[in-house]
């Protein structure tokens, strides 16, 4: 799947389907990758990604500094894991979307939605911890 650079740091995403779009915060802290999607347990069993697809865009990242994305030395907040998702939106040219997240991702997901309320369509929060 394609690697772009996005708020100056290459990051691994994948896009399936058509429609609406929604950005997927993966579930895991300092390991969400695309992967955990597929087998974190509150996913197993179901193909989240295929249902989804069918009606949406589902845009899926390994968060910076996890799996395949790089990363840089630098202070994290809540503002810097949503900018660098803000960042793979505009690299895709979409200017608003659904934020989904799970486990961690969820408050990946909210603080979206406070940082960038014009580019969020809605929350859609699953597992939070």
């Known amino acids: 799947m394609p690697n772009a650079t996005v708020d100056g740091i290459d990051t691994h995403y994948e896009t399936h389907?058509?429609?609406?779009?929604?950005?997927?915060?993966?579930?895991?802290?300092?390991?969400?990758?695309?992967?955990?999607?597929?087998?974190?347990?509150?996913?197993?069993g179901i193909d989240?990604?295929?249902?989804?697809?069918?009606?949406h865009t589902v845009i899926l990242y390994d968060r910076r500094d996890c799996g395949q994305s790089g990363g840089r030395v630098e202070r994290f907040s809540w503002a810097?894991?949503?900018?660098?998702?803000?960042?793979?939106?505009?690299?895709?040219?979409?200017?608003?979307?659904?934020?989904?997240?799970?486990?961690?991702?969820?408050?990946?997901a909210l603080a979206f939605g406070v940082h960038y309320p014009e580019s969020t369509?809605?929350?859609?929060?699953?597992w939070p911890v």
């Open 80 to 108: 810097t894991y949503t900018r660098h998702g803000k960042a793979l939106l505009d690299h895709l040219d979409i200017q608003s979307a659904w934020i989904m997240g799970g486990c961690m991702g969820c408050s990946v």
């Open 121 to 126: 369509r809605g929350l859609i929060l699953h």
């Open 48 to 55: 989240a990604i295929k249902a989804l697809a069918a009606e």
């Open 17 to 44: 389907g058509t429609g609406a779009p929604i950005l997927m915060c993966a579930p895991g802290g300092f390991d969400a990758t695309i992967d955990k999607w597929r087998v974190a347990s509150a996913w197993t």
